[in-house]
């Protein structure tokens, strides 16, 4: 069951426990809301201006991605994973064309990896790296604020999608 | 300048500051998503089922009380209360109905009058009272969650004011 608790948790250190816990509800909460939807429903596309749940759900992830080369590796997405994930970091008008006619599954299926190797790296860190910082828009970030923005952004994005599901499945 | 660092926080115990550091972050950006809306956009209704910006933003601050009154009061929302808050803590046709003609500074002063007293309440707590645990629908929470619950909520909801500001102003 999805745990309610944000505490110490097994295998982090305690603060990256409770980033590790609020990450899990994030994304328990995530998971439930397109639970069961089919393919044409993921690419449901309610104006011209919208992204499709299968397209926020590829930006979570690539969200992640990016966090990832940022955080643990300390530079930006090279040319390569530009080209993997770029469309759905952006999202709109490529992602709209690009992101389509794939299951659910392998939304989950790429989320799930991403988020493994998160885990598994936070694993070797401690709670001080969580405050080394680096240039981040107009200022300065630590760690702590660049993983609490990657579940940030996908809360904001798990809004829209639970609003945009009561119409796709209405549309289908 | 909103700050991009999640670490101590001045007048607060090192856990509830870095509560206190992820609710303002949330806080800026809500209040960023809604600058300078008029009534009329405030009040624009996409389709039948969906909540206006406004109900929204009263949605955000009647969550936070009621989470005042279950952490810091230990008890449910009495009837008094329930008829102040009852309508924005569940949105849909009621909030529809009653929830509108109202300028932006009407929520953005409920907004923070409800976070002044949260701050104030924090400021006289310490980090143990985080991991108290009462039962929180089908298992329990700590007060640690149910605070991230209350920002994690609000970011859902900004999701959503993202998404309908982009149509409310071009309806008007």
Redesign the interface.
């Known amino acids: 069951?999805t745990?309610?608790?944000?505490?110490d948790v097994p295998g982090y250190t305690p603060?990256i426990g409770?980033l590790v816990?609020?990450m899990k509800?994030?994304r328990a909460?995530t998971l439930q809301a397109v639970r069961r939807m089919t393919q044409a429903q993921l690419d449901h596309v309610q104006?011209t201006?919208?992204n499709s749940i299968g397209a926020l759900l590829a930006h979570i992830a690539a969200v992640e991605v990016a966090y990832q080369v940022i955080t643990f590796e300390r530079r930006e997405l090279n040319d390569e994973e530009n080209a993997r994930w770029g469309v759905a970091l952006d999202l709109g008008e490529a992602a709209r064309r690009e992101i389509k006619a794939q299951p659910l599954e392998h939304y989950t299926r790429v989320l799930e990896e991403v988020r493994e190797r998160t885990f598994r790296e936070f694993e070797n860190r401690v709670d001080d790296w969580?405050?080394e910082?680096s240039k981040?828009?107009?200022?300065?970030?630590?760690n702590?604020?660049m993983w609490?923005h990657v579940f940030?952004d996908e809360?904001?994005?798990?809004?829209?999608i639970?609003?945009l599901k009561?119409?796709a499945l209405s549309h289908q």
Request: no cysteine.
């Open positions: 069951m745990s309610f608790l944000i505490e603060q409770r816990g609020m509800y994030v909460t104006d201006e919208s969580l405050y910082q981040w828009g107009p200022g300065m970030a630590n702590y604020f609490f940030e809360l904001s994005h798990r809004g829209q639970r609003w009561k119409r």
